[in-house]
């Protein structure tokens, strides 16, 4: 079992920058790969960044040159930086662990950002 505690988000215009954070506990050398999904008001849960343990990343188009996401293997921890932020990037930020089990959630962030 992995347990996921997210930490940021919050409110910022346009333009402004935020930083996420995850933190994992239990089970984490079942870890395999790590991300950020969120979901927007009214829609689905969409995958925003990935980063395998190795280090290869991938992002979604619509945050590609905005976003960065990073992990530090030593404190079992992955962040996403998040700059040039508009306000269809308002939506309820998850971390995600992908384990030999299957997949951990965090409890999700908010993060809303005004025009």
């Known amino acids: 079992q992995v347990q996921l505690v997210e930490s940021g988000g919050g409110l910022v215009q346009a333009g402004g920058s935020l930083s996420l954070s995850c933190a994992a506990s239990?089970?984490?050398?079942?870890?395999?790969?790590m991300g950020w999904y969120r979901q927007p008001p009214g829609k689905k849960r969409e995958v925003v960044a990935e980063i395998t343990t190795g280090g290869s990343t991938n992002y979604a188009d619509s945050v590609k040159g905005r976003f960065t996401i990073a992990r530090d293997n030593r404190k079992n921890t992955v962040t996403l930086q998040m700059n040039s932020l508009k306000p269809e990037d308002t939506a309820v930020y998850y971390c995600?662990?992908?384990?030999?089990?299957?997949?951990?959630w965090g409890q999700g962030t908010q993060v809303t950002v005004s025009s």
């Open positions: 239990g089970s984490i050398f079942s870890i395999n790969s």
């Open positions: 995600n662990a992908l384990t030999i089990r299957g997949n951990s």
